[in-house]
DNA sequence: GATGAATGAGTATTCATTCAT
DNA sequence: TATGAATGAATACTCATTCAT
């Protein structure tokens, strides 16, 4: 291996230890309040170093999401090339690869949601933005195609899948930003893992097929006993 | 009549005065970037003025949430009060509700996410902070009534009526910030309503009594004809 | 009585009134942190009346300073001009009027010499300026005055008059700033009666004709007794 | 000669730095008519910089006191500890490090009563405030001490040294303030030289043994001849 | 005269970013 | 490359003062 390779693994490697202080200190103290200085204090360098690796912090910030973006369709590539799986199966490994996203870094994923929907996106470089941008269209376009593979399938009725793609991703998103008010709020802590579950399931009830001929489609109708009736 | 009314109500138009103008500018700017001489400027006021109407700028901030919540939780009692509403139209009223919550100020209702998901919420004096935990946890729980009438009605399968309000705020919420997040990633503008529309539908399919023997039940699982495939 | 003097008078009491609060906040808070707000609340008045009575801040804090000044000079006139009175008997009379300068209002005078010895000084209307100067030097010509007729009275050495002016004020200005200090760093809060007393009879001793010859002059040279010696 | 050491000293020197330039500023502007902006330009340094080396305005303000009892604390214990000396010549000995003191830094010794007697000492953050409290009772005990020595040795009557050192100090400082305000009342500037001198003798005089067969005594009852009678 | 709402100039402090070493 | 001291622009907030009522 060459000497510039040895290089640009070691950059890496300097790359990755910033973006997990940044990480850390990002969430503790969200965007505004954590400052360079903490993050740089973090990652024991100083903080002209994070400038050798980064533009700027706004840059930083958005690398982060950049990541479990990559994460994300990475997954959703491995669930969609998976050969000769039924389609229950493939949206059954689609809600498993949500979970798995989530548990991957669920404080980066917040981040995610908090970029997307921020002044901070306005303030990206041009070409930061287009990344973004393709990365989260891309996410869509993956999780469009596991549901038309549902509907072509004969598993769902013929909703537009490009809009249940978004009403997927929509439910996720609300609910990890629900999460973190509520353990703000409430100090509630454990709500998404169980509540995702419900949701998931009931969002594939109500866009099945209703096949009253076929009672194996119940089994993946669980029941969910009222626990505060 | 009196006089100290009067004061009280142009007191009040200037706290609207106010609102509008930081609506406005925090939308266009987002929290950060939007100062308070802008907002000034924006209300026709000096800087100094927005300080006797508010304490600082976060509870500027936060104020315009109250409005909305308060907004909310008005249109919910009103659904939940109808006398002699069988549980499916209540169902139908709450969506409308929701709608028209979010017609009624779309901008200010992105604030209130970005609200409860972030460090703002901690820099809250306690009152305000109290405020807004009362409010949002009073939306939930009102939401929470209707689920659970639709569940005692024989609307509903028998779930969590808790975490089904959950569930319905965190798809509420979610494709409100996925919305703006796409009208600065795509220029795309008119998500929401349809989606919205869309979402509710699969939502109430799901949680809905699988009523074989009852054909009529289909009246509300309107076909929805894939738009792009 | 003519209309114009009672609304003078009425005038006047207005402008005591605002005294007595100013000099209330003054002390609690100090110059800078009192603020014309305050002192407004403590007066039951609204701000913009405190500047119908006063130009300014500035001015407002050092007529504080010129009633004691007045006072304390109108004092030391009484002491002057008994008649038939012989020297040692008005020094004694100086220091009643010293003690009672500081007890008619203790945290006035500590204000005069707060202004005396800062930059508010330099920021006073010239007339105001020229006042406090006038009193202030009006003071040091008096107390001079009663120096110069203890040594043409043989009662002292026959040391500077206006010196031993001098070194009375500073004497006693510094007990006062000393004393505040004191409150503040131990919460001692008796100083300075003892203190000034035992300072006077030093002082007294200190500039005393020594007489070897008159064991009466032994009258005034009362024992100390050391107290943690 | 360390790295470390090098840093340290640098350090210190900039330290010195500003507040050489502090104390000009505060000393032509007074406390709150000097910013920052105005510190760090006559420093040569930016504002931002001036934080670096003091946590705040007030602090920076104390910090120059701070530097004056140091050293007065240090000629104190130089006249304590000098040994096989008389108690006469102890009391010369102190009456010459206050004079030194003065003649150290002026500007600054006006800074430390300023301090001692106003709002901002209650502002200051803990461990300076105990700095302050600790230096300023320090300087006490140490003229305490003296005074003590003298009376012990017979050369004084036995007042109580504590207050001897309270007087002393009392005299000291407002003899300090009056210079100052005798500067802006009357431009007049030499004051303190000649009247701390003369109102040293008075009070060793006063608080003097009268030793009527000590005719040799008289030797530092030195005559002070009226100037402006 | 009295009010008190509105003003807006004034400033301490922070922190992203740079650059000499 | 890495450092971290220095920078200085940016801004929330205060409060003496004014003036329409």
């Not at 994460?71 to 799986?85: A, S």
């Not at 039924?86 to 059954?92: D, L, N, Q, T, V």
């Not at 941008?133 to 598993?155: A, C, H, N, V």
């Not at 996720?172 to 409430?186: A, T």
């Amino acid at each position: 291996m060459g000497i510039q390779e040895r290089k640009e693994r070691e950059r890496e490697r300097r790359r990755q230890q910033i973006i997990v202080a940044a990480k850390r200190v990002f969430s503790e103290k969200g965007f505004n309040r954590a400052t360079m200085e903490d993050i740089a204090q973090e990652a024991e360098l100083s903080p002209g170093t994070l400038y050798l690796y980064f533009k700027n912090k706004d840059e930083l910030y958005a690398s982060l999401s950049l990541r479990i973006l990559q994460y994300l369709n990475m997954r959703l590539d491995h669930v969609i090339k998976e050969e000769g799986i039924e389609p229950a199966k493939r949206i059954e490994a689609l809600k498993a690869a949500i979970y798995d996203v989530y548990q991957f870094d669920p404080l980066i994923l917040i981040n995610l949601f908090h970029l997307q929907s921020s002044e901070t996106l306005k303030n990206l470089s041009p070409e930061l933005f287009d990344d973004i941008q393709k990365l989260s269209s891309g996410s869509l376009d993956r999780i469009t195609i596991l549901f038309r593979s549902g509907i072509d399938g004969g598993l769902f009725d013929s909703f537009d899948p490009v809009v249940l793609a978004e009403i997927l991703w929509s439910l996720f998103s609300g609910m990890v930003l629900w999460e973190e008010s509520k353990r703000i709020l409430d100090d509630d802590n454990n709500f998404l893992k169980d509540t995702l579950d419900m949701a998931f399931e009931i969002f594939l009830r109500g866009i099945g097929k209703v096949r009253e001929e076929d009672p194996g489609s119940k089994g993946h109708r669980i029941g969910h006993p009222a626990s505060s009736i």
